[in-house]
């Protein structure tokens, strides 16, 4: 089976920089890690993207039989499997819906740092594509916070 872990990361306030990452594993072997962000964006978009971008990478490789979505966004895992159609990011939620139908794509939640590898992995590569995209100021007044 091929397990798509995948996981987004902002801000608490909406408008800042966000990541997303999605590790593709197979038989406890990674095969594929991406992750990128955007300057400003919600968690929720991110948890979104991560998702709809590793079952892109399935589709495009021609599928694989059995594939689950693994992530710790109950809201994202819904959205896929059909259960919730969401009333904000409506076009993210159509596309996610028609790659996890495309690849036949089962849904598993784990719960958020609770010590699963491949989801504390995405969650780390998330967090790193985040941090990337914030500024050097602010970057230099949270260090600054952090003497305090």
Partial sequence: MLSIFCDGSSHS?????GGWAFIL??????LVTRSGGEKSTTNNRMELRAALLGLREVISRG??????LVSDSR?????????????????EARALRAAALEA??????????????????????AHEAKQA??????????ERRALL
Avoid: C, M
């Fill in 63 to 68: 599928g694989a039989g059995e594939v689950e």
């Fill in 25 to 30: 594993v197979e038989e406890d072997q990674a």
């Fill in 13 to 17: 306030r909406g408008g800042l920089p």
């Fill in 75 to 91: 809201f994202t895992l819904d959205i896929a499997n059909g259960s919730y159609l969401p009333t904000r990011y409506l076009a």
């Fill in 104 to 125: 036949k794509a089962k849904t598993r939640w784990v719960r958020g740092h609770s010590g699963d590898r491949w989801n504390e992995q995405a969650d780390a590569l």
């Fill in 133 to 142: 995209l914030v500024p050097a100021r602010v970057k230099k007044k949270a």
